[in-house]
C-alpha cells in the first residue's frame, strides 16, 4: 500500500502520548482472590474453581473517569514466596497498589504488612495503596474483623474496601474510587508542573 506521510487525520505519536496509562498492581497471600478481583473488573466473570497465578496474570480495560479513557494495566502478581523476584521487578512505575487478604483468613491478613513492606522496599513511594477484604460473601466464616482491617489501613493513609468476587458486590466501587483517586492524583500533579510559580508562592 502506497501513502505518503500525513495522510493520516491525526498524528499518531500526539494521539497516543495524550492517552492516560494506569497501572495497577494486586498482592497479597495465595487464594485471597486478587485474579478473581480483575477478572470480575475485566470481564465480569468468576470461576468457582481455583487455579494458582504461576508469576503473573495481566488484564486491561479501558475505563472512562470523570469523561475520560484511562488505559488501565493490571497486573496479578503471584503471592507464592518462589516469585518474589519477579514480583520485585515489576513494582516499578505502579499508579496504584491493592494489597488483598481473605476475611475468612486471620493469617491472609496478619501478612498485608509484609506485602505492605515489599512494595515499599521495590515500588515507588508516589504510588496509591488500598487494602481490600475479599470473599465478604463468606460472612458466616468471618475470621478478620472489618474494624481491625479499617483500623490498620487508617493508621497507614490507605483506603479501605470489602469486596466478594462471587456476588460482584463492592467490586466495581473499589476499582471505580481507585482509579478516581489516581486520575485527580495525576491531575493534580499535572497542574503543580505547569504552573509551579502559582503553587511555590500558595505554600
Not at 470461576?47 to 479513557?69: H, L, R
Not at 491493592?98 to 521495590?122: C, P
Not at 460472612?139 to 481491625?148: A, T
Request: charged share 20%.
Amino acid at each position: 500500500m502506497d501513502r505518503k506521510p500525513g495522510h493520516l487525520p491525526r498524528d499518531v505519536r500526539a494521539v497516543a502520548s495524550s492517552l492516560i496509562w494506569i497501572k495497577v498492581v494486586g498482592i497479597g497471600n495465595v487464594g485471597v482472590g486478587k485474579t478473581s478481583l480483575i477478572k470480575h473488573f475485566c470481564e465480569s466473570k468468576f470461576s468457582t474453581g481455583y487455579q494458582p497465578t504461576v508469576g503473573v496474570d495481566y488484564g486491561f480495560k479501558v475505563e472512562a473517569v470523570q469523561g475520560i479513557d484511562l488505559r488501565v494495566h493490571l497486573w496479578d502478581l503471584s503471592g507464592s514466596c518462589e516469585y518474589e523476584d519477579v514480583r520485585n521487578e515489576l513494582y516499578s512505575d505502579t499508579d496504584v497498589v491493592f494489597i488483598v487478604y481473605d476475611v475468612t483468613n486471620q493469617s491472609s491478613f496478619e501478612g498485608v504488612e509484609l506485602w505492605l513492606r515489599e512494595f515499599a522496599t521495590y515500588g515507588n513511594n508516589t504510588a496509591l495503596m488500598c487494602l481490600v477484604g475479599n470473599k465478604t460473601d463468606l460472612r458466616e466464616d468471618h475470621g478478620v474483623s472489618p474494624l481491625d482491617a479499617k483500623r490498620w489501613a487508617a493508621q497507614r493513609g490507605m483506603s479501605y474496601f470489602e469486596t466478594s468476587c462471587a456476588s460482584g458486590e463492592g467490586v466495581q466501587t473499589m476499582f471505580s474510587e481507585m482509579l478516581l483517586a489516581t486520575t485527580r492524583k495525576k491531575q493534580l500533579a499535572a497542574d503543580v508542573s505547569q504552573h509551579p510559580a502559582v503553587t511555590q508562592h500558595a505554600s
